[in-house]
């Protein structure tokens, strides 16, 4: 599959060549959709923990790390939570507490993030992998992109880096309508580089692209959606297919938070995929939901649920 931006400039073609052990999607992990009460500003929160509840690989693997966790409290509460939600014994006072134990460990890790008042959830989702510091949680959503500059001059890939990713940012999907457009975009996304000097033909240049080339993709893939500036509807498929050698990754979308208001203040909340059935969850309560793109759609978690034959 080759890949290609809105410019001249032609990205290469990739093929993940490098295949982990994959752990698919597990229904009889995810919980029944229970709702979190809202103590002050955390609709946020409650709907990041409906977000992560529903992916049933990090459920699987935060319990079996849960000897290796005992020196971490949010991360045992957080166990806690998963196993009990599971057997349906939550209540709907459970989030605060935890959010509490989660501001605890950002304060012990030295996080300079203020998580008092309204945040973002997005933000929110990344320091959560970070305040579980769980390993097997880090591999699984630890999607590796190569980060190349292709130079205008001796048209060598002069700059490549490879970055981790527990989050893909895609922010302009306006001429994105089909499952193959977004792929691409999941698979090899740009941006602009002002100025750019080419280590190899040391020539400067301008307004070059910069290529971030999918080599790795995990089981959870979260994409954020640029819903601040711009309030549009765009697109996003119910299901990702991408090559992995003679196999296809298939990933089914899972969970949505959706956001109303502006970066400053506003409120949040799920929809969730759970065993078959979408539910919108906000805040406490809970009722029939959809995973339709709307304006209101800012993160988005699709999870590995299959791996076929090409």
């Not at 490098?18 to 959709?33: A, G, L, M, N, T």
């Not at 929110?124 to 880090?138: K, M, N, Q, S, T």
Request: glycine fraction near 4%; include cysteine; proline fraction near 3%.
């Amino acid at each position: 599959m080759e890949e290609s931006d809105t410019n001249t400039q032609r990205a290469p073609t990739v093929v993940y060549h490098d295949e982990p052990e994959y752990i698919f999607h597990d229904d009889s992990k995810v919980p029944s959709p229970k709702g979190f009460g809202n103590t002050g500003a955390i609709c946020w929160w409650n709907s990041l923990l409906q977000f992560m509840l529903t992916l049933s690989s990090i459920n699987q693997a935060v319990v079996r790390a849960r000897d290796n966790l005992r020196g971490n409290p949010f991360a045992t509460a957080y166990v806690d939570l998963v196993e009990r939600s599971i057997a349906g014994m939550v209540t709907t006072m459970e989030s605060a507490h935890l959010f509490e134990l989660f501001k605890c460990r950002l304060v012990a890790m030295k996080s300079t993030a203020n998580m008092n008042g309204q945040s973002c959830a997005d933000e929110g989702y990344v320091l959560f992998i970070d305040a579980l510091d769980c390993p097997e949680v880090r591999n699984l959503t630890r999607n590796v992109y190569e980060n190349t500059v292709m130079c205008t001059h001796c048209n060598k890939v002069t700059s490549s880096t490879r970055d981790d990713a527990n989050q893909i940012c895609l922010f302009d999907l306006d001429n994105v309508h089909d499952q193959v457009a977004f792929c691409r975009r999941v698979h090899v996304s740009n941006s602009n580089v002002d100025v750019f000097t080419c280590a190899a033909c040391n020539q400067k240049s301008y307004n070059c692209t910069r290529y971030y080339i999918a080599k790795v993709l995990r089981e959870v893939i979260v994409i954020v959606l640029n819903k601040f500036e711009s309030k549009s509807v765009v697109y996003y498929p119910d299901e990702l297919v991408f090559p992995s050698n003679e196999y296809a990754l298939v990933y089914k979308l899972k969970a949505v938070v959706c956001h109303s208001g502006t970066r400053y203040g506003g409120h949040y909340w799920a929809n969730v995929n759970r065993g078959g059935n979408i539910y919108n969850v906000n805040d406490f309560q809970v009722s029939t939901g959809s995973m339709q793109y709307s304006t209101e759609s800012f993160l988005l978690a699709y999870v590995l649920v299959d791996k076929r034959l090409r």
